[in-house]
């Protein structure tokens, strides 16, 4: 009887865990197709001429702009434009750029596996450092180690990106000479090991940006966690301190870490942004910046679309995993 | 104000904060030269007599670029986070009061505005609208709404269960009375704290901006800009970029001191409560 009465409690517990996430996922559909409308609004309200003057330039005749407006499809209506824009997206075609007329989706495929290659690392670098970090000072709070230490995290915690990747620069690139100074040059003439170098500052750098936040919540939660009761008896009932710190104080610690590691992962795809500019990285970044720079409406909304849709991404795994983690959760909206 | 400085935290934060508003404020006016006057003869000088910080690729006098740029770090992003907490704070200040459908509404919208990272959020605005001096406004503007919208909202909640609301609203007094007369003075705290807070990440993101060529544009002196006209010639003049770093640094890391140093009192103060 019991058993049965278990197993019904079981399914319904998973039906229920898989309509919360269900939900998450729809309402952050919403939410993509929102930042979708309002991004190709925000690029296209000017009028087609507009758009064209803008690539253009001043100098330009009016058979010059009609041209480029009819070639590029911007005559049409606006709400036509946008229905083909995401119509396209959803079957990956990302639009033709206004400047270099190439196939958006062509350019950003190879961009993005440079781009992603370097925030994972760089994220999965600068979370285990923070982690590692975080819980060196979480056992050892209060003493002069932890106060030094958290000072250090705390200046560069509150330094621009740029400026840690510019100290970065300045001490690799410049003085030492260690690392080349345009990293897209090996891109498109270097081998496979000079590719290679050129992932390594731009991922230190992000790795530089996460590990002060995500080595502060860990080092309190460490340090509350440890206190905790269940700890504490943990620890009475003979259990090592190795075992006790990972086994109970670190897990109960590791829902509130995921979703600040969430947040700062979201952080860091800004961040990616300016890295890639610094350092001259061909990536998804450098190509936002450049398509802002020369009035490309088009490249801009597609690298826009692909962030919010790998934040979309990161904020749902959270959810998920915060759901399957917090046994609490299970029960709510 | 006397308890912040007793912390050390404070008190060195307060020190940079005070010491770089200082020199932002005073210094177009003591900068020997003109910060935009180009002397091509004279590019890339080490520190000498005439130029104490030496001069950058375009031969315009360091000392006077790093004394004249940080107006625009301070200018805009305190504007902003002000219009932003004025704006958003309100509305949130009275949703949250009132409760109902309206905090609802609110609250979705903003959840919504939240949900990229701001610093993609100015860019899209600047890239549709250029990058004025206005448009930077708006855009750190609306990026910090939905921030100071979430913790305004958080200390209204805190408040507007609490007795002396309460004997407000017997009273009969209106709502906007309540909200502003007598919750307000009790929140100050961790709104002070936060509005530091954004103040300090707006300058980083104004000067990222530069940075990247997307905010302040040349011939103003701007740090942020600065750096990056520095970086093609850096070796052979790497002042030019150090001395705005300087500057940048000293204000952000002074910031971030002194909002923890806020953090602790407001919080120091809640406790005797």
């Avoid at chain 1, 003439?189 to 080595?215: D, K, Q």
């Avoid at chain 2, 939905?146 to 009969?172: F, I």
């Avoid at chain 2, 010639?233 to 001395?243: C, D, E, F, Q």
Wanted: hydrophobic share 55%; aromatic share 8%.
């Amino acid at each position: 009887m019991v058993e049965v009465i278990a197993g019904h409690q079981a399914d319904s517990r998973g039906r229920r865990i898989a309509n919360t996430i269900f939900q998450r996922i729809v309402a952050n559909a919403i939410v993509l197709l929102i930042i979708s409308a309002v991004t190709f609004a925000l690029m296209n309200f000017k009028a087609p001429e507009d758009l064209a003057r803008s690539v253009l330039g001043r100098e330009v005749s009016s058979e010059q702009i009609a041209a480029f407006v009819r070639s590029n499809n911007l005559d049409a209506n606006f709400v036509e434009r946008y229905l083909s824009w995401i119509s396209g997206v959803f079957a990956g075609d990302l639009g033709t750029s206004l400047i270099t007329r190439r196939a958006v989706s062509a350019v950003v495929s190879d961009a993005i596996g440079r781009s992603l290659t370097v925030a994972m690392l760089g994220a999965f670098l600068g979370v285990c450092s923070g982690v590692l970090a975080g819980v060196f000072l979480g056992v050892r709070v209060g003493s002069k180690t932890d106060i030094r230490m958290v000072t250090a995290l705390l200046v560069i915690a509150s330094m621009p990106e740029f400026l840690i990747g510019i100290a970065l620069y300045m001490l690799f690139v410049t003085w030492l000479g260690w690392f080349p100074t345009q990293a897209a040059f090996a891109f498109s003439f270097g081998s496979a090991s000079e590719r290679a170098m050129n992932y390594i500052l731009p991922a230190a750098t992000i790795a530089l940006l996460l590990l002060p936040h995500v080595a502060r919540v860990t080092r309190v939660t460490m340090a509350e966690a440890i206190d905790a009761p269940y700890v504490v008896a943990a620890k009475l009932r003979g259990l090592s301190q190795v075992q006790t710190k990972w086994n109970y104080a670190f897990r109960s610690a590791a829902a509130s870490l995921i979703s600040v590691i969430g947040v700062n992962l979201v952080y860091a795809i800004s961040g990616v942004v300016v890295v890639e500019y610094l350092f001259g990285f061909p990536g998804v970044g450098s190509l936002l910046v450049e398509a802002i720079g020369a009035g490309d409406s088009v490249t801009v909304q597609a690298v826009i679309m692909i962030f919010a849709i790998f934040v979309i991404i990161i904020n749902v795994s959270v959810d998920i995993i915060i759901v399957i983690l917090n046994p609490r959760l299970r029960y709510g909206t | 104000m006397r308890r912040i400085l007793r912390t050390w935290e404070g008190r060195i934060g307060l020190f940079l904060v005070v010491g770089t508003t200082i020199l932002i404020a005073v210094g177009p006016y003591i900068a020997p030269y003109s910060p935009t006057e180009v002397g091509l003869d004279q590019f890339n000088q080490s520190p000498n007599s005439v130029h104490w910080l030496g001069t950058d690729h375009l031969g315009r006098d360091v000392l006077s670029r790093f004394l004249s740029g940080g107006r625009s770090i301070i200018f805009i992003p305190v504007v902003s986070v002000t219009l932003a907490y004025l704006t958003a704070g309100l509305v949130s200040m009275v949703a949250a009061y009132k409760g109902g459908i309206f905090d609802l509404v609110v609250s979705r919208i903003v959840e919504l505005l939240m949900s990229l990272p701001s610093l993609l959020k100015i860019l899209l605005m600047v890239a549709a609208f250029g990058p004025s001096t206005g448009v930077l406004i708006l855009a750190i503007t609306i990026a910090n709404m939905s921030g100071a919208s979430r913790v305004v909202r958080g200390a209204v909640l805190s408040q507007s269960r609490l007795d002396y609301v309460k004997s407000s609203e017997a009273r009969g007094e209106g709502v906007l009375i309540i909200v502003v007369q007598e919750i307000l003075p009790n929140i100050v705290g961790p709104l002070a704290a936060d509005y530091t807070l954004r103040i300090t990440w707006a300058i980083i993101a104004l000067s990222t901006l530069s940075f990247l060529g997307l905010g302040v544009q040349p011939p103003q002196p701007d740090w942020g800009l600065m750096i990056q006209d520095a970086r093609a010639s850096i070796k052979a003049a790497p002042l030019v970029a150090i001395v705005p770093a300087l500057g940048i640094a000293a204000l952000s890391v002074g910031l971030n001191l002194t909002a923890d140093a806020i953090v602790r009192w407001s919080e120091g103060k809640e406790g005797s409560t």
